[in-house]
């Protein structure tokens, strides 16, 4: 199996080891790139998700502005934008935004409305506001249908992020296509396999960070029912 | 990039066929998937949804399928496949839409309550008469919602393909990038944009006139 013996060339070449582009500091770029885009959608997506779920209006514009933004060509834009406003951080930045604010924004109005209404009319029934409710009762009912929106744009994105490579930034991307252009294998299915290890990482975090954020109550009623809630 | 305005309309006007030829190409590219990955599903589900035992592990695999990098996907399969194949890119796709379409083909026949397939049962219906008269049918809002969010990725996500040499409109991005010429780039946006609107577009009608009785489930992703 000659797998084995392309992966070892990748992993102990010298050149992996240390400088720039030894493997710690090509993830380390990657998933600061991914972190940065993924922080910078929830910034966008949450706070709308929340106003948007909890009164109710705007759905439809929501439905229309998400279905567009997956149309969007990730190649395309950074290509664009790197032409537009050269080689920066924020030619790969905006295409990886708007990749990940879709399904962050869509989590977090569903997570919202999925309050039960009873709960609702009960929290402003002993008084609390309308902010209250939104902060007290909403968004931790709506925490963990959020936390698998972010899962799912953390994983798009992380994947998505080695397009950066082929307009010259950083990140595992440059294995692939380096590896490509210089049509040395090893490096490419290193590069890749590496993409594929963060982005399985990626989703036992958040595996990990939804079952810890399911409030007290919730959890022992699911642990009670048979688990079939998707939470994607 | 000094003084080149974003679109060049001559360029656009002198490529139409051009243009047209690569249209087409990623359509087929990116849509066949989607209808190969249809045919798999629905009978997949059926079996789900008699076996959940079978659902939980093929979930959980699908789940990590579409979490694999499209690009890595592309060059692990190029020693098979070949470079700048149309399967190199299409197989991968395929997946992606499966990963999508299961999911909501077995929510689609979960969504038959009991009772109304115990009525069914009752009427004399068989299991097959059953299956083609009531569940299917009950399943096509959830179909067609899944199918609208994986056709419109896979238009998207092929454009990727172009960096393994075959990515329909995605050429247009490399092409225009190796030149610092935008007018390619911004006509693959837009075309890429306008076949996903179009396919979801026809998607919805389709479901107008395969279920018009259906209130719009919204697909989870």
Known sequence: MNWINWLNTFFTAPARQSGPDAITHRVTEHLALSGEALFYAALLAVPLGLLIGYTGRGAVAVTALTGVARALPTLGLVTLAVLVGGVTDTAILLPLVALAAPPVLVATVEGVRGTDPDLRDAALGIGLTNRQVLWQVCLPNALPTILSGLRTAAVQVIATATVAAYVGLGGLGRYVIDGLATRDFPATLGGALLVVLLAVATQLLFAGLIRYALPRGVRAQRAAGAETARSS | ?221
């Open chain 2, 1 to 221: 990039m000094d003084g080149e305005p974003l679109v060049r309309w001559y360029w656009i006007g002198d490529h139409l066929a051009y243009l047209r030829d690569l249209t087409l190409d990623h359509a087929v590219i990116a849509l066949v998937p989607v209808l190969i990955a249809l045919l798999i599903a629905v009978p997949l589900g059926l079996a789900c949804a008699r076996f959940p035992r079978l659902y939980q592990p093929l979930s959980a695999v699908f789940n990590v399928v579409y979490a694999l990098p499209s690009l890595a996907v592309f060059v692990v399969l190029i020693p098979y496949t070949g470079l700048a194949t149309r399967a190199t890119v299409m197989v991968p796709l395929t997946f992606y839409a499966l990963a999508v379409l299961l999911p909501t083909t077995v929510d689609g026949l979960r969504s038959v309550p009991d009772s109304v397939r115990q009525a069914a049962t009752a009427m004399g219906y068989g299991p097959w008469h059953r299956l083609s008269a009531v569940e299917l049918p009950a399943a096509v809002p959830y179909l067609v919602s899944g199918l609208r969010v994986a056709a419109v990725s896979s238009i998207s996500l092929a454009a990727v393909g172009a960096l393994i040499g075959r990515g329909g409109l995605g050429y247009l991005f490399i092409d225009g990038f190796q030149r610092t010429f935008p007018t390619p780039i911004v006509a693959g946006i837009v075309l890429v944009a306008a076949l996903a609107l179009v396919t979801d577009l026809l998607l919805i009608l389709a479901r107008r006139l395969l279920a018009p009785w259906a209130v719009r489930p919204e697909a989870a992703r």
